[in-house]
């Protein structure tokens, strides 16, 4: 029997081939966003040459973690938390590539758009965001360098970095404790215990995240030759 998407919160897909974000665009009044840097990106169709990193950097830096429920007087942001991963990444691979790194840095980008839902509501929202998500990670990567699909073992790896930095904040930001990240949250990753997480305002944030990809953007061009 052929497989066919759900309903998209009550809007019918016409084909069974049809995906819920291409669903969700014959009903949406308008499906692109108008950037600071004067790009215009269709969100259920992105093109990479309507994504800048500046963009990307601003979107990331005022976008937090938790739904902004963390400690301190600012919140933990998406780009902070891409650049913990890169360095998780660094520490489970050692030897990794620049280009793996940009993948890790990366691997949320796409949130500079569709913001950080939380599990919760990514459950509720279901296979709309995901397809859309998708598409602009694909477009994200290949604008900068990447494949459109990571590698399984990178994509495999990246996951646990990912998970070992939401641990580490869940215990150090979020209010959850060891356990909880166990029972309730269901990572199977140990929090880090020898990194102290500090929230930075915005314009920090968004500063260390342009400066670590200007540094893995040269380290990919000395790589590739």
């Given at each position: 029997?052929?497989?066919?998407?759900?309903?998209?919160?009550?809007?019918?897909?016409?084909?069974?081939?049809?995906?819920?974000?291409?669903?969700?665009?014959?009903?949406?009044?308008?499906?692109?966003?108008?950037?600071?840097?004067?790009?215009?990106?269709?969100?259920?169709?992105?093109?990479?040459?309507?994504?800048?990193?500046?963009?990307?950097?601003?979107?990331?830096?005022?976008?937090?973690?938790?739904?902004?429920?963390?400690?301190?007087?600012h919140g933990w942001s998406v780009a902070q938390h891409s650049?913990?991963?890169?360095?998780?990444?660094?520490?489970?691979?050692?030897?990794?590539?620049?280009?793996?790194?940009?993948?890790?840095?990366?691997?949320?980008?796409?949130?500079?758009?569709?913001?950080?839902?939380?599990?919760?509501?990514?459950?509720?929202?279901?296979?709309?965001?995901?397809?859309?998500?998708?598409?602009?990670?694909?477009?994200?990567?290949?604008?900068?360098?990447?494949?459109?699909?990571?590698?399984?073992?990178?994509?495999?790896?990246?996951?646990?970095?990912?998970?070992?930095?939401?641990?580490?904040?869940?215990?150090?930001?979020?209010?959850?404790?060891?356990?909880?990240?166990?029972?309730?949250?269901?990572?199977?990753?140990?929090?880090?215990?020898?990194?102290t997480l500090r929230p930075v305002p915005v314009a920090e944030?968004?500063?260390?995240?342009?400066?670590?990809?200007?540094?893995?953007?040269?380290?990919?061009?000395?790589?590739?030759?």
């Amino acid at each position: 029997m052929r497989k066919t998407n759900p309903p998209v919160h009550g809007i019918k897909m016409k084909k069974p081939s049809m995906t819920p974000a291409k669903a969700l665009a014959e009903h949406a009044p308008r499906t692109w966003q108008r950037m600071l840097s004067g790009r215009r990106l269709n969100l259920i169709d992105p093109s990479p040459l309507d994504i800048e990193i500046e963009d990307i950097a601003l979107g990331l830096a005022r976008n937090t973690r938790w739904n902004g429920q963390t400690k301190g007087p600012h919140g933990w942001s998406v780009a902070q938390h891409s650049d913990l991963v890169v360095e998780i990444v660094r520490r489970l691979k050692p030897r990794a590539t620049a280009r793996l790194l940009m993948a890790a840095k990366l691997h949320d980008a796409a949130e500079y758009v569709t913001h950080d839902l939380i599990t919760p509501l990514k459950a509720v929202v279901g296979d709309v965001f995901r397809d859309v998500e998708q598409h602009l990670t694909r477009a994200i990567y290949l604008r900068f360098g990447l494949p459109a699909v990571l590698a399984p073992a990178d994509k495999l790896l990246i996951k646990r970095a990912d998970h070992i930095a939401a641990a580490t904040e869940a215990v150090q930001l979020a209010g959850f404790s060891a356990a909880e990240c166990r029972t309730v949250l269901n990572f199977k990753e140990v929090p880090l215990k020898d990194v102290t997480l500090r929230p930075v305002p915005v314009a920090e944030a968004e500063r260390l995240f342009l400066e670590g990809f200007r540094v893995l953007e040269k380290a990919m061009v000395l790589q590739g030759r």
